[in-house]
């Protein structure tokens, strides 16, 4: 009887604290799933931490219509900024890429998109060099599945510990900021000693898990023709382009040889159907390395200023960043980049030394 008793007084102590996990995950929402709007959750310091874990159900509750979507990796993901999107589109344009994405997983998302929100009419694909590589990231493969997440999968995202320590770390961030400035997400701090080990450690990075036995993959070009006619089935335009990258990047594609295999994924998308090419040489991508730069932060990630000029082109046209690539012109542009790149090594021996070094 006392056993009985005792294990009623268990289970429902259990059960309460299922409850109270619960309703804080929910009333918090510390990845942004819910919408939920409160002075504990006003600034959402780890809303970007789990997005394979967040995004589609997110997109899946969001209740008004979307007119565009943005999908990709990092580059992409921190290449955007819905609010600016929305307002010189009209209407809703919501970012769905994630940090650490493969190319099939930037694909599914975009199926996961048209299934949820049909309304769509445009989908922006951010394609980097990187992703283009054979056997790239296998180990996230598909991890974001082609087939929508059921609203009563979210129940593990309510019930989880993790979620809920990032709902409590959200409530005491912002209990903090009381009395400090917010630094809104997009906006980044200048002046940051760091910068020369972020560049060092991009670049050692790319040159150990892309650069040094990269081979073009070519399905993944089969792949992007069968979602360009997949889309065009339901109305749905794609728009691709490749992302940008620091003139650092560009060196180390070149120290490791792949300059041939750059060139050659720029020529195979142009035969797809034109698309906006910001993997380019030019006053911007060649911005000298110093603590307070305005267009990068580190070799492959770009900073405010260079992503609005990089939306401005691919909504407005109205930008001097980035060059539209066609199956007549990929040659010849390729040939005046190549000037550009082998004219700005000639000149600075002493960055593609630093640069050989970083990457070791």
Known sequence: MKNKKYNTILLQIFISIIIVIS?????????????????????????????????????????????????????????????????????????????????????????????????????????????????AHKKNLKIIKTTPLAKEELIPLILSLDTFK???????????????????????????????????????????????????????????????EYAKSKNINVVFYTTTMHITERILIDNTNNSDNFNKVKEKLAEIQPYYDFAIVDQYTTEKLSSDMKCFRDSVHNKPFLRKKLTDKLFNENSDFGVYITKDNVRGRIKEDDERLQNYIKNNQDLVQKIQEWSK
Not at 43 to 65: G, Q
Not at 168 to 173: A, D, E, F, K, L
Not at 179 to 194: A, F, L, M, Q, S
């Open 23 to 135: 309703l804080i995950n929910y009333v918090i929402d510390p990845y942004y799933v819910f919408n939920t709007q409160n002075k504990l959750n006003k600034e959402r310091k780890y809303k970007d931490k789990n997005h394979r874990f967040s995004k589609i159900p997110a997109f899946k509750l969001y209740k008004k219509d979307v007119c565009k979507i943005w999908t990709g990796s990092s580059k992409s993901w921190e290449g955007t900024n819905e609010e600016y999107k929305s307002k010189i589109s009209g209407c809703q344009v919501k970012n769905l890429a994630v940090s650490g994405s493969n190319f099939e997983e930037a694909i599914n998302m975009a199926k996961n998109a048209m299934i949820i929100h049909p309304e769509i009419k445009t989908i922006y694909l951010g394609i980097d060099f990187s992703m283009m590589q054979k056997a």
């Open 166 to 228: 990032d709902s409590v770390r959200t409530i005491n961030y912002n209990l903090k900021q009381k009395n400090k400035k917010i630094v809104k997400y997009g906006e980044e701090r200048e002046n940051n000693k760091r910068y020369l080990y972020k560049f060092k450690n991009s670049i050692h990075l790319y040159n150990e898990e892309h650069y040094k036995n990269y081979t073009i993959d070519d399905n993944y070009f089969n792949e992007l023709k069968e979602l360009i």
